[in-house]
């Protein structure tokens, strides 16, 4: 078993590290602060490949495979995680659904701008009775002649205000629930496509969350990606790889509050002692540091079983996410109670820490949705 990493995934992930300290952490408080995205720094990742990460050569990516993907994602939300999220969006939902399931045109018409950060996409299954529950979706793609006429409101899409690429769910048979349902794919210059409500977020304030708007809006038939009715699938096959990339965002917020923690209690002082000098801080440092440590090796096996072409890695991904997002709740959580009354406050790392760490929890499957797949799986 060889668990080190290429020279050429070391340096992407470095590389990521590097960009991370230098292009988001000057502007990461504010952008919490105002709830604003960093367009600017989204589109250096572009030129720097980080929007293809996963997308082959032919198609203008950087083809390093989930495996740097993970350590991309891990080093960026550990700075940013706002960013960090729309970094993930584009790669594991938007351009691997065009390159899993698009045809040769869709390929060559949408991957080099993806790829590139020309353009940057956003996916939106969610509406506001239909999160958990896909099968709830009311959105309506009709048939008419050449054409598909798409009417609904999507709610919460990550990077939904300034995405370029849709990539979009609808019934196209609205008596079949979750057979009815089909992908989509379109530009945000299609007429009758808005962008609605702009939410006010809890945590990862510099990633944006909106609804969507279809009003009578016309897409050609081949604006579809995979079969009719077969979007479901297509739905949740991407979100078994997209939670390699939550994963890693859990881990990248968990491995910042570790650190968080470990600089303050060797800074504060009381009982004429540094806080690291008492045993009950050490042993929840200790706690904190072997959870971080589990976490990373569960997502580089995962990523590794993706790299590796394991075709079913649902299992191991809905545990990884859950895990992942549960540890980097604890560990937030107890960064936190190390810093005391000071962690509560907004000048200490750790107040937008532990805010940005709990969507982790929910968005791509709840907790609650991860040990349906996983009891699911055991059982079957
Ligand atoms: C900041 C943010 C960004 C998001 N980005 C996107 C995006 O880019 N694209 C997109 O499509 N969606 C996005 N979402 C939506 C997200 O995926 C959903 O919020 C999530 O899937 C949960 O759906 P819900 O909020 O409707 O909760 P519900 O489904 O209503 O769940 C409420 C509670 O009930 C529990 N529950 C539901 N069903 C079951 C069950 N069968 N068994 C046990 N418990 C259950 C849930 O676990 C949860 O605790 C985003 C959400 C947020 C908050």
């Known amino acids: 078993m060889d668990f080190s990493l290429s020279d050429e995934q070391q340096m992407v992930i470095k590389e990521a590290k590097r960009f991370a300290e230098k292009r988001l952490a000057p502007k990461v408080e504010e ?16 030129e720097l490949g980080y929007l293809g990460i996963t997308v082959p050569e032919k198609y203008g990516g950087v083809n390093m495979g ?4 993970a350590g991309t994602m891990l080093e960026l939300s550990k700075v940013d995680a706002g960013t960090a999220v729309e970094v993930s969006v584009h790669n594991s939902l938007v351009n691997e659904g065009i390159l899993k399931f698009g045809t040769e045109k869709q390929k060559q018409e949408y991957l080099p701008k993806l790829a590139t950060g020309e353009w940057l996409g956003c996916f939106s299954l969610s509406e506001a ?24 409101t999507k709610n919460f899409t990550s990077s939904g205000d300034f995405a370029d690429v849709i990539f979009v769910f609808a019934q196209t048979d609205m008596d079949k629930t979750t057979t009815g349902i089909s992908a989509f794919i379109l530009t945000k210059d ?13 945590g990862i304030r ?3 969350c909106t609804e969507l708007v279809f009003e009578d809006c016309v897409i050609p038939v081949d604006s579809m990606l995979g079969k009719e009715n077969k979007g479901l699938r297509i739905a949740l096959t991407l979100l078994d790889g997209g939670r390699i990339g939550i994963a890693a965002q859990a881990i990248g917020i968990a491995e910042a509050a570790l650190e968080e923690a ?11 002692r540094t806080l690291s000098k008492f045993q009950g ?24 079983m993706k790299d590796s072409g394991v075709k079913d890695y649902v299992k191991e991904s809905a545990m990884l996410k859950l895990y992942a997002s549960e540890m980097s709740h604890r560990v937030c959580h107890k960064s936190l109670q190390i810093h005391g009354g000071y962690g509560y406050m907004k000048d200490y790392k750790i107040e937008r820490l532990y805010r940005d760490q709990r969507i982790t929890e929910i968005y791509e499957g709840t907790s609650e949705i991860q040990k349906v797949v996983i009891a699911r799986k055991i059982l079957e």
Do not use: C
Not at 66 to 69: D, Q, T
Not at 129 to 151: F, I, Q
Not at 262 to 272: D, H, P, T
Not at 283 to 302: D, H, Q, S, W
């Open 31 to 46: 952008l919490d602060e105002k709830g604003e995205v960093n367009i600017t720094a989204l589109k250096e990742l572009g």
């Open 66 to 69: 989930a495996i740097a993907y």
């Open 129 to 152: 009775n239909a999160g958990s529950d896909p099968g709830a979706l009311r959105m309506s793609a009709v048939r008419k002649g050449g054409n598909y006429v798409l009417n609904g």
């Open 190 to 202: 299609t007429p009758g496509f808005s962008v609605g409500k702009h939410e006010n977020k809890m």
């Open 206 to 208: 510099s990633a944006s």
């Open 262 to 272: 470990i600089r303050y209690s060797k800074e504060r002082v009381q009982f004429k």
């Open 281 to 304: 801080i050490q042993f929840m440092l200790a706690e904190m540091a072997t959870e971080v440590e589990l976490a990373k090796t569960m997502l580089f096996r995962v990523a590794w």
